[in-house]
């Protein structure tokens, strides 16, 4: 018998005339958050990121003030195309959780490929601000599963020194967001 | 290359007894544990329907174990369907044989892993090592254990019995191209794997991991860690393989939503750990291969009272609030699953034959605490119980235990059996002689009272 059918059988066995089990869903799927904008930037901040909150207008220059000098990555634009070199990449987002101040991108247009945010040691993201959602679940229901998807809660981070937080190892060591009204 | 558990010596007695005379790992232990069990319990009771979520959380898990063998074949159909290939492995030879035969395919002798209890279980790093292959750790903390030559002593911070001048000894000793100056602070730590890894990280053209989570419903593959030295090793390798245990599956997509938040609340006290990656079969080019593992979880499915262990997410709560894991620490459980979650797995998954295995459902004074903060609702102490009844017990305590059975099973002979006890009670010793002196080493014997309380009722209140 191969392992494949050996295993299955074996479960088969092991549960045989066990009953199923429901599944109670009465957490919060969504929740009313006054100020998604704000909750969203407190979060982030709270991960030592820097964030700044900025009507859609001024982002362009802003992004251009921080990038000017940097030999930046800039996903279906120009710009240092060199991993190991560049000083940092900037993407767009797919989505943003206020509560647990989290970015996910899904790596279509603008968020470059996941090795573009990883290599490089800055990594500076544009969230708009009608791609918050209040919490996981909401996040959950927007994402397709079918993409790769990286989720990123603040700076690369270990706490495996005696459980005290250090904030950078192996991924970006700065994340600053601007957060685009 | 890393120290290995099997076939390791002793009882958890006995090893805890070692254990509890070292004042610095006790402090080390008691500074981390309590470090982590305090973020925990503030970020969890931010959120109001914590109950609710442990609630679903343990539904989810019961429900795919009971139908985990049609969410198998459904993930498998997905993940081929996404141009991944699935193999399957009934124990840890046959795990391992497939991925070394899958690395030497590629023709490489060098892979990079990120943390894997899973891969650790079967102790990969010495079957690949065994076939000329060299596993290079890239956590921080399995890096500190794997050039340590040292063991595991945690599920989450493997490390968490080193401090950091302990660290920096290691580093300086093992590790090459280490500045001489390096100091103990935590960053200049951080900084010297981060260099020490990078090189490694963008040569390596084959990398391995294990999983949080897998969705049948979809194919995607789940990996929550903090550093970024898993998105390294999930991203940049040109193949990929990922040995999962059977039972971190879930049914649906949506169920993410739940353990999302379950597991880095409970694991790191975190509302939510630094880095998450999803992938979907292959990937960006890459060659993708999905080892689902059994090991030993069939056994313990076939087990009603035990199965539950089968839930666990491995966040390691249990560990942080456990009096017996704080004072013992992590080696003492002689496995990769140490504190109260590995008393009851380990030794339903290797069985109780060995003196050490058979020890571990006494590690735990049942108090409950483990229970309480488990995100997935395992009832430890309900299953350390169990488990006790099937341990093998002494023959002199069989024969006490059955001497006992009949005496309360009848009240006559109980009110006899008390009043021969009370006419002896000046001759019982402190300590019990032979076989019965395991007893008395770690207990008293209680004092026997002049009358017993059936006695005295008998005498005041029918008169």
């Not at chain 2, 890894?197 to 969705?215: D, H, Q, T, W």
């Not at chain 2, 496995?335 to 998954?349: H, K, N, R």
């Not at chain 2, 005496?407 to 059996?417: G, Q, S």
Request: net charge negative; glycine share 8%; hydrophobic share 40%.
């Amino acid at each position: 018998m191969s392992a494949r059918d050996e295993i299955l059988a074996r479960i088969g066995r092991a549960v045989a005339g066990a009953q199923d089990v429901e599944i109670p869903r009465g957490y919060r799927t969504t929740q009313q958050v006054e100020d998604l904008v704000g909750l969203f930037a407190e979060r982030v901040d709270d991960y030592r990121a820097i964030v700044h909150v900025l009507p859609a207008a001024e982002v362009p220059a802003k992004i251009d003030e921080i990038v000017a000098g940097r030999r930046m990555i800039r996903p279906g634009g120009d710009g240092w195309e060199d991993l190991n070199t560049a000083d940092g990449v900037v993407t767009s987002c797919a989505v943003a959780i206020a509560e647990t101040g989290t970015i996910v991108l899904d790596h279509g247009p603008g968020q470059g490929t996941r090795a573009q945010t990883l290599v490089p040691d800055y990594h500076l993201c544009v969230v708009r601000a009608d791609q918050i959602v209040s919490g996981v679940p909401e996040a959950i229901a927007r994402l397709d599963p079918a993409r790769p998807l990286t989720w990123i809660s603040g700076p690369s981070a270990t706490s495996d020194i005696e459980l005290n937080r250090v904030e950078g190892v192996h991924g970006p060591r700065t994340l600053e967001v601007i957060i685009s009204t | 290359m890393s120290a290995t558990f099997l076939g390791m010596p002793g009882n958890f007695p006995k090893n805890a007894e070692k254990a509890v005379q070292n004042s610095q790992l006790r402090f080390n232990l008691r500074k981390a544990t309590h470090t982590i069990r305090g973020k925990r319990a503030s970020v969890v009771g931010e959120l109001p329907d914590w109950q609710e979520l442990r609630a679903a959380g343990k539904a989810i898990k019961d429900h795919t174990l009971r139908n985990l063998d049609r969410y198998l074949v459904q993930m498998e159909e997905a993940v081929t369907r996404a141009g991944g290939t699935v193999h399957w492995a009934r124990d840890a030879a046959e795990a391992n044989r497939i991925v070394a035969d899958l690395v030497k395919a590629t023709g490489e002798t060098e892979v990079v892993k990120v943390k894997s209890m899973a891969t650790q279980e079967i102790n990969l790093n010495d079957a690949l090592a065994a076939e000329g292959i060299t596993a290079y750790e890239t956590d921080l903390a399995e890096l500190i254990v794997q050039l340590g030559d040292d063991f595991p002593s945690h599920i989450l911070v493997p490390a968490i019995h080193r401090n950091r001048s302990e660290i920096r000894e290691i580093f300086l000793e093992k590790m090459p191209k280490v500045p001489d100056n390096l100091t103990d602070d935590p960053p200049a730590l951080a900084e010297a794997a981060r260099l020490h890894l990078r090189e490694r990280f963008l040569k390596s053209k084959v990398a391995i991991s294990g999983a949080n989570f897998m969705v049948a419903e979809t194919g995607t593959l789940v990996v929550l860690e903090s550093e970024g030295n898993g998105r390294m090793c999930l991203t940049l390798p040109r193949t990929l393989i990922s040995v999962v245990g059977i039972e971190k599956l879930l049914p649906s997509w949506r169920d993410l939503e739940v353990f999302l938040q379950l597991l880095p609340r409970s694991s790191t006290g975190e509302r939510m750990n630094p880095y998450t990656s999803m992938w979907t079969g292959a990937v960006e080019g890459q060659d993708f291969h999905l080892v689902l593992l059994d090991n030993g979880r069939t056994d313990v499915l076939a087990d009603e009272v035990g199965r539950q262990a089968l839930r666990c997410i491995r966040c390691s709560a249990c560990l942080n609030v456990c009096p017996v894991y704080e004072r013992a620490g992590g080696h003492a459980y002689g496995s990769v699953y140490p504190g109260p979650i590995g008393a009851i797995l380990t030794p339903q998954l290797r069985g109780m034959g060995s003196d050490l295995d058979a020890s571990l459902p006494y590690a735990s004074s049942l108090c409950g605490a483990c229970y309480e903060v488990c995100p997935v609702a395992i009832d430890i102490p309900e299953v350390l119980v169990d488990l006790r009844a099937k341990a093998p017990h002494a023959a002199a305590e069989r024969a006490g235990m059955k001497v006992a059975g009949w005496i309360f099973n009848d009240h006559t002979r109980l009110a006899k059996a008390q009043r021969v006890a009370t006419r002896l009670r000046k001759l019982v010793p402190k300590r019990l002689p032979g076989p019965l002196s395991a007893w008395t080493d770690t207990r008293d014997i209680p004092d026997i009272p002049e009358e017993s309380f059936r006695d005295w009722w008998e005498r005041n209140e029918r008169a």
